[in-house]
C-alpha cells in the first residue's frame, strides 16, 4: 500500500544494495549484528526443533515470526525482558536464559521478523541464469538490435565480471535510472530571437529549462512563446525495448551477457 | 470599565471567540454537496473534488496572487511534507502531519493551535488529513489511535485505539464522519495481518462496529481463497478515506493488496475483499455489495483509489454511479447502487491483464506476476495512479487522474511454500507522468498533458469556473483550462505539490491553497 515516496526510496536502496550489501533495517528495530548472530546459536541449539529452522514455526511449535509477544518485543526493543516469563513457564519451557542471553535471543528474532518485512534488504533475485545465453546472443545480435550500439568485445567486454547478474539485468532495462544514471538527457532549447543553448538537461518544466553547457555553465531558459525545446535522451532505444521484450529475452539476454568474462 | 476590560482580554485570550460568529454546519446533510467551503478530505462526501465557486476562473486566474503561507516546523517519519488535504470550516483550516494538528486562520494563515500527539511509533510515511462534526476534530496517530479535539483549543478530548501498532498497524487515513460515526482506516502491509475499517461513536470514541476486509470462514467468498488461515493472515489495508451517498446510506471504499504481498503462490484464488471496491452500510457495518479492480493482487497494486460518486445518464437513462482510476492502470464506472461494472478499461500502459470476466474484472496474467528471475510488469509498483485525489467535474464530464506509463520487474525472492511479509519485491524503473482527462461514461482520453519530466505526486481540483488545479512534476501549482487542457497559470513554490489543492470563499474573497513539502500556500485574486 505504499506511497510513490517510499517506493523512490525503496528502490534507491535496494539499487544500493546491488554493490553495498548492507543496508539499514526497516523499519526502526535495528540489530547488532553479532548479538543476532549469538542469538541463532541459542535459537539452533534450543528452539528451532519445534520453531522450525527458519522460525516459521512446526507441527510441534507456532510461528514466532508472527508471534504478538515477539512482535512487542521487537517494536519496543525489549530485548527479552517480557518474552523471558514465557521461556520458563509455557507448556515444554523451562529455558533459564540470563539477560545476555535473552537479548541475544530477541536480537535474532527481531532480525528474522526484519528480513521478511518488504522481502528484507539482503534479499536478492534467484535463477537469474536460467535462461538461454544462445538465444540471448541471438536476440542481441537480432531481435532487441543491441548490436547497432554495442559489441560483445567492444564496449561490453568483460560486463559478466563487472556487474552481478541482478546489477546486470537491471542495466540493460532501466539504464538511465537511479546510481547507473551515467549520461543526462541532451536538451537543446532555440529562443525567438535565434539564438539556441545546448547542453545537459538539469531540470524542466512547461515554463523553464536549466541545461549545463559544455563551458561548465548552467544555464536557465524561460520557454517563452515562439522557444523550441528538443529533448534527446541518450537511452531513448532501451526504452523503446520495454514495449517489445518477452521475459524470456530478458532471461536469455541477461544469462548471455553474464557470459561475456 | 473593568467589564470592558475583561471583555477585551476574553477577546484577545481566546482565539475562538473571533470564530464563534460563524456557524457552518458539518451535519450529514450539509456535507453531502459542496458550496463554498471544504469541510471533509474530498470537500464533500462524493469524493469529486469539484467546487462551484466561480469568482477564480478562465479569465481571472491569471489574476492570482499569493495571500499567506504557513510552514510546519516539526519532522516526522515521513520527513516534512503536509500530504494531507486541508479541511475549511467557519474561516479556520485544519491539517496534519503523522501525529500532529494544526487549526490556522484560513484568511491570513495564522497558527490558532498546534496539537502534538506522543507517539510510540509506527511505519510513518504520511498523515491524510483530519475530519471536522460540529466542535470537534477527528485524526488517526501514527500508533493507531483515533483522537477527538476540541475544535476551538485543540485540547484532546477523548482517544481510542483502532489497531495494534506491534503487529505493523500504523494510521494514515482521513476520517470520515457519517452520522454518528466516525469511520476509520488502517494502514500497514509489511506483515501478514487482516484489514478493517472501523466506525466510533462521535461523542465518546467507543467502537461501534468493525467489519474485516475478508469474508468470515464458511462465507461463498471465503472460497477465492485456498484455506481460512491464509484468509485471516490476507491483508486489504483501508488507508485512503472513502465516500459516501446519504440517499442510498452506502459508504464507499477500496482495500489494499494481498498479503503476502508479492509472492501469491500460497493464496491462489480471487483473495477477496482486498484489492475490492467495498459497499457498507455505515450504520452496522453491514457489507451491501462489492466489486474487485484487481483479483489476485501480487504488485502491491491495491484498489484503494478514491470511488468518486457521480450522478450520470447512460443509455438514456439517469444513473448512479461510482468511478475509480485504479492504481493497476484500469478505470471502471460501476452501479453504485448494485456494484455492476458498466466500463472496465484501462487508463494507462498495462501489461498484466489477460482480459476482464463476466463481472468487468481484470484477469491477471500468471505470467506477469512475479518471478524468480523477474517479470516486466507494467505499471510498476507505484501504480498508474495512487492515493493523489482524482477529480470529477459535472460541468465538463471528465474524470481527471494523475496517469502514470510505468514498468519495472517484479522478482520473488522467498520461495518458501509458506511466504510471510512481502516474499519479494520490484526493482527500478521506467515512468512517464501525464495529467489525464477521461470521458466519465467510456475512460476514453479526451486530453493528456504530459509532464516534461517524470515523478510528482499531486492530486486535483476542479472548479465551475472551468478550471483544474493540480501540481506538476516539478515544484509548480498549475491552473488548466478543465476543458480544453490548455494551461492557463502557475506559481512556482519551493517543493513539489503534496496534497490535493482546495478552494473556498470567504468574505467574498476565493481562495486557492496547496501544500508543497512542509508550507501552505494560499492565493486569491488580486
Redesign the interface.
Known amino acids: 500500500?505504499?506511497?510513490?515516496?517510499?517506493?523512490?526510496a525503496?528502490?534507491t536502496c535496494?539499487?544500493l544494495l546491488v554493490s553495498v550489501p548492507v543496508c539499514a533495517q526497516f523499519?526502526?528495530s535495528s540489530v547488532d549484528p553479532a548479538m543476532r548472530d549469538r542469538g541463532a546459536t541459542i535459537y539452533a541449539n534450543q528452539c528451532a526443533r519445534c520453531h522450525g529452522e527458519?522460525v516459521?514455526g512446526t507441527e510441534k511449535g507456532p510461528?514466532l515470526?508472527?508471534s504478538?509477544a515477539v512482535?512487542?518485543d521487537?517494536?519496543?526493543m525489549l530485548y527479552g525482558k517480557e518474552l523471558a516469563p514465557l521461556l520458563t513457564t509455557l507448556p515444554g519451557h523451562n529455558y533459564k536464559f540470563d539477560d545476555k542471553q535473552l537479548a541475544d535471543l530477541s536480537q535474532f528474532l527481531t532480525a528474522s521478523v526484519n528480513a521478511?518485512?518488504?522481502?528484507?534488504y539482503n534479499?536478492?533475485?534467484?535463477?537469474?541464469l536460467?535462461?538461454d545465453a544462445k538465444a540471448g546472443e541471438a536476440y542481441f545480435n537480432g531481435a532487441g538490435g543491441c548490436n547497432k550500439c554495442h559489441s560483445a568485445t567492444g564496449d561490453l567486454a568483460g560486463v559478466g565480471k563487472r556487474y552481478t547478474p541482478?546489477a546486470l539485468?537491471?542495466k540493460f532495462?532501466?539504464p538511465?535510472?537511479?546510481l547507473f544514471v551515467k549520461k543526462k538527457t541532451q536538451v537543446t532549447v532555440k529562443m525567438p530571437n535565434g539564438k539556441t543553448y545546448s547542453g545537459d538537461l538539469v531540470?524542466?518544466?512547461?515554463?523553464t529549462v536549466t541545461l549545463h553547457e559544455a563551458s561548465g555553465e548552467n544555464i536557465s531558459l524561460n520557454r517563452v512563446t515562439g522557444s523550441t525545446?528538443t529533448?534527446v535522451d541518450p537511452f531513448q532505444a532501451h526504452?523503446d525495448l520495454?514495449d517489445k521484450?518477452t521475459?524470456a529475452d530478458?532471461?536469455n539476454l541477461?544469462t548471455y551477457l553474464d557470459t561475456l568474462k | 470599565m473593568k467589564l470592558l476590560t475583561a471583555s477585551l482580554l476574553c477577546l484577545s485570550l481566546s482565539p475562538c471567540a473571533i470564530y464563534a460568529q460563524q456557524k457552518q454546519s458539518t451535519d450529514t446533510a450539509s456535507l453531502a454537496k459542496l458550496t463554498d467551503s471544504w469541510p471533509t478530505y474530498n470537500g464533500d462526501y462524493s469524493g469529486r473534488r469539484f467546487s462551484p465557486l466561480t469568482k477564480v476562473n478562465t479569465t481571472t486566474v491569471k489574476q492570482l496572487s499569493q495571500a499567506w503561507s504557513y510552514r510546519v516546523e516539526v519532522t516526522t517519519g515521513?520527513?516534512r511534507?503536509i500530504?494531507a488535504t486541508p479541511i475549511e470550516v467557519n474561516g479556520v483550516l485544519y491539517f496534519t502531519v503523522p501525529s500532529h494538528v494544526w487549526a490556522v486562520d484560513a484568511r491570513t494563515g495564522r497558527k490558532i493551535w498546534q496539537f502534538d500527539w506522543v507517539s510510540k511509533?509506527g511505519?510513518t510515511?504520511?498523515n491524510r488529513g483530519a475530519a471536522v462534526s460540529g466542535d470537534t476534530v477527528y485524526f488517526e496517530t501514527e500508533d493507531c489511535n483515533l483522537v477527538a479535539l476540541d475544535i476551538h483549543t485543540g485540547k484532546e478530548k477523548w482517544h481510542s485505539s483502532i489497531g495494534?501498532?506491534?503487529?505493523?498497524y500504523s494510521g494514515t487515513v482521513a476520517p470520515v464522519v457519517v452520522k454518528n460515526h466516525v469511520m476509520v482506516g488502517v494502514?500497514?502491509?509489511?506483515?501478514?495481518i487482516p484489514g478493517y475499517i472501523e466506525a466510533h461513536d462521535t461523542e465518546t470514541g467507543a467502537l461501534q462496529w468493525r467489519w474485516y476486509t475478508h469474508p468470515n470462514p464458511g462465507d461463498p467468498e471465503a472460497k477465492t481463497w485456498p484455506n481460512d488461515e491464509a484468509m485471516l493472515?490476507g491483508g486489504g489495508?483501508t488507508?485512503v478515506a472513502g465516500t459516501y451517498d446519504p440517499e442510498l446510506n452506502l459508504y464507499y471504499f477500496g482495500t489494499?493488496?494481498a498479503q503476502p504481498v508479492?509472492n501469491g503462490l500460497a493464496r491462489p484464488g480471487a483473495n477477496l475483499y482486498t484489492a475490492t471496491i467495498c459497499a457498507l452500510n455505515p450504520d452496522t457495518g453491514k457489507l451491501i455489495w462489492y466489486f474487485q479492480p484487481n483479483p489476485h493482487d501480487t504488485h502491491?497494486w491495491?484498489a484503494?483509489q478514491t470511488p468518486v460518486l457521480i450522478d450520470g445518464v447512460v443509455d438514456g437513462k439517469p444513473r448512479k454511479l461510482l468511478a475509480q482510476a485504479s492504481r493497476n492502470g484500469w478505470y471502471f464506472l460501476i452501479d453504485r447502487t448494485n456494484g455492476k461494472a458498466l466500463t472496465s478499461t484501462p487508463f494507462a500502459k498495462q501489461n498484466w491483464a489477460l482480459g476482464v470476466d463476466k463481472n468487468g474484472s481484470p484477469i491477471p496474467n500468471p505470467?506477469k506476476m512475479a518471478?524468480?528471475?523477474?517479470?516486466?510488469v507494467?505499471p510498476?509498483?507505484?501504480g498508474a495512479a495512487?492515493?493523489y485525489p482524482p477529480s470529477f467535474s459535472p460541468a465538463t464530464g471528465l474524470f481527471y487522474v494523475p496517469a502514470y506509463d510505468a514498468?519495472?520487474?517484479y522478482?520473488i525472492?522467498?520461495?518458501?511454500k509458506?511466504p510471510?511479509?512481502?516474499?519479494?519485491?520490484d526493482?527500478?524503473?521506467?515512468m512517464s507522468a501525464s495529467l489525464r482527462a477521461m470521458d466519465y461514461k467510456t475512460g476514453k482520453v479526451r486530453w493528456d498533458h504530459k509532464?516534461?519530466?517524470p515523478g510528482g505526486?499531486s492530486g486535483i481540483l476542479t472548479t465551475a469556473g472551468n478550471l483544474l488545479f493540480t501540481g506538476?512534476?516539478?515544484?509548480?501549482l498549475?491552473a488548466f483550462n478543465a476543458t480544453t487542457g490548455k494551461?492557463l497559470w502557475?506559481a512556482?513554490l519551493g517543493n513539489l505539490i503534496t496534497n490535493g489543492p482546495i478552494t473556498y470563499e470567504l468574505d467574498g474573497l476565493q481562495y486557492i491553497v496547496a501544500a508543497a513539502g512542509d508550507t501552505l500556500y494560499a492565493f486569491v485574486l488580486n
Request: no cysteine; glycine share 12%; net charge negative.
Open positions: 500500500m505504499k506511497s510513490v515516496l517510499w517506493q523512490s525503496q528502490a535496494l539499487l523499519p526502526h527458519d516459521r510461528d515470526i508472527r504478538v512482535l512487542h521487537r517494536r519496543q521478511t518485512l518488504r522481502s528484507g534479499a536478492q533475485p534467484t535463477h537469474l536460467d535462461g541482478a539485468q537491471q532495462l532501466f538511465n535510472y537511479g531540470r524542466i518544466d512547461d515554463f525545446v529533448t526504452a520495454l521484450y521475459d530478458i532471461h541477461t | 515521513g520527513g511534507r500530504s511509533g511505519d510515511i504520511g495494534n501498532p506491534d503487529l505493523f494502514s500497514g502491509d509489511d506483515f501478514d493472515h489495508m488507508w489494499g493488496n508479492i502491491d491495491d484503494v505470467a518471478q524468480p528471475n523477474g517479470a516486466l507494467a510498476n509498483q507505484a495512487n492515493w514498468y519495472s520487474v522478482y525472492y522467498d520461495n518458501n509458506r510471510e511479509g512481502w516474499a519479494g519485491n526493482r527500478g524503473g521506467w509532464w516534461p519530466s505526486r506538476d512534476t516539478s515544484t509548480n498549475m494551461v502557475h512556482g
